[in-house]
């Protein structure tokens, strides 16, 4: 079993900066593909960015590409997502979530998902 819980979410002004966390328990969490989504209100829950169990290979959305950052530490389990130049666009619930296969940009593909944290930013 597979537990992951997210932090680091807030209010935060458009243009600032955050930075989410998402710790993971268990077993086999740094053998584990790694990614983050996001639903904002009134809409389905997309992909933002993944990375490979080595932290070697990362993908990101068209729409965080050069904003957003996701890294990991596995002496630590923690994956993060440095989110910079934050837009009101950006305003979601955000998830992490551990697949036992390849990083993905496919919701299915993952095996756990975390509560999620809030993210709000202000024009």
């Known amino acids: 079993q597979v537990q992951l819980v997210e932090s680091g979410g807030g209010l935060v002004q458009a243009g600032g900066s955050l930075r989410l966390s998402c710790a993971a328990s268990?077993?086999?969490?740094?053998?584990?593909?790694m990614g983050w989504f996001r639903r904002a209100p009134g809409k389905d829950r997309e992909f933002v960015a993944a990375?490979?169990?080595?932290?070697?290979?990362?993908d990101y959305a068209d729409s965080v590409k050069g904003r957003f950052t996701i890294s990991r530490d596995n002496a630590v389990r923690t994956v993060y997502l440095q989110m910079n130049s934050l837009k009101p666009e950006d305003t979601a619930v955000y998830y992490c979530?551990?697949?036992?296969?390849?990083?993905?940009?496919?919701?299915?593909?993952?095996?756990?998902w975390g509560q999620g944290t809030q993210v709000t930013v202000s024009s």
């Open positions: 979530a551990a697949s036992f296969r390849m990083a993905s940009i496919v919701e299915g593909e993952y095996d756990y």
């Open positions: 268990g077993r086999t969490v740094n053998w584990l593909a």
């Open positions: 990375i490979n169990w080595t932290g070697g290979s990362s």
